[in-house]
């Protein structure tokens, strides 16, 4: 029996939800087992999954959209925007396996699948407890301060700054299977983690300047634009660090795969959250959290990304509730 994984590449959430479901998998199936793979997908306008994307005995798709093929076998997720085309989700509901799961209001995927794994199928892994209380903290953004991920002094925050930054998706299904067994103090510690992970961090702490820079703030709104410099995916805490009082930023960035259009809510905020940014990004056919979300579009759009940045920081700007 051979298994595959998709999983949200480039997150650290993502690649804790394929080690937590490979890992409940082989001990389940044992001997059975053949092989497992992992496969990273990222977030597009157009159909995500590639032809003979689930090609596998056993073909599993964690912290990821739904997809209505019935060679998908197994589904963990918690994105709000789970269901594009919106006719998924009742494919969604009408599954009768016992092996597709969503909940939109969980803090992390990997946290949501753990929960569920034990309360449907008995199983539960006491040592990936560190590994899931800091998924529930990265991707809820659930730090004490801003200060915690941009500077980026935790084991787990370095294998999320370079799970983010990474080309190599090789080095994606090595940290996963680390993830599955190891401590993250003894993963950051690697060698093979150490030496990519040292010019992510320099370019990490470049670009707090380059950020500093090009911020323009209005309205309680940060709006940056890094398509035109070498920052293609900066923190998306460096503006709440550098601007406390900001309600929420939209980012505009580029890289050779896609043009990006990332919006955040500040966490810290005094003032109350008034807008639900999946449903902005929706718009545009991206999607996210309430509180987080993108619209990723082809690498050659950056006018339409700038464009979508300007619409989306209007209506942030405005208070009204969307």
Not at 44 to 53: E, I, N, S, V
Not at 155 to 160: I, Q, T
Not at 215 to 239: C, H, P, W, Y
Not at 289 to 296: E, F, I, K, L, Y
């Amino acid at each position: 029996m051979r298994l595959k994984v998709l999983h949200h590449g480039n997150c650290f959430d993502g690649c804790a939800s394929a080690a937590v479901f490979s890992r409940f998998f082989a001990e389940r199936e044992g001997a059975r087992l053949e092989a497992t793979s992992f496969f990273p997908l990222q977030h597009a306008q157009k159909d995500p999954f590639p032809p003979g994307a689930f090609d596998a005995d056993v073909n599993a798709c964690v912290d990821f959209r739904f997809s209505p093929s019935p060679a998908l076998h197994w589904w963990f997720d918690h994105h709000q925007s789970a269901f594009k085309p919106a006719g998924d989700r009742a494919v969604f509901e009408r599954d009768a396996s016992g092996q597709k799961f969503w909940d939109p209001t969980a803090p992390s995927c990997a946290g949501f699948m753990a929960r569920t794994l034990q309360a449907r199928f008995g199983w539960t892994a006491p040592d990936l407890a560190d590994l899931l209380r800091w998924a529930d903290l990265i991707d809820a953004a659930r730090f004490p301060s801003a200060a915690m991920p941009v500077r980026l002094e935790e084991p787990a925050l370095r294998l999320m700054a370079l799970l983010e930054a990474t080309q190599d998706p090789s080095l994606q299904t090595r940290i996963i299977e680390a993830l599955r067994v190891r401590p993250l103090a003894e993963i950051a510690a690697e060698p093979w983690v150490t030496a990519p992970l040292a010019p992510i961090l320099e370019r990490h702490f470049r670009s707090i300047e380059t950020v500093r820079r090009l911020a323009r703030v209005e309205g309680g709104v940060v709006e940056v634009d890094l398509s035109e410099t070498e920052v293609q995916g900066a923190n998306k805490f460096i503006a709440y660090e550098l601007f406390p009082d900001a309600r929420y930023t939209v980012v505009v960035s580029r890289d050779p795969k896609r043009a990006k259009v990332s919006v955040g809510s500040n966490p810290w905020s005094k003032v109350t959250r008034t807008h639900d940014i999946a449903r902005l990004c929706e718009r545009y056919g991206g999607g996210g959290h309430p509180v987080v979300g993108a619209v990723s579009l082809d690498p050659d759009r950056i006018l339409d990304a700038r464009r979508v940045a300007g619409e989306i920081a209007g209506m942030l700007r405005d208070g009204g509730a969307a």
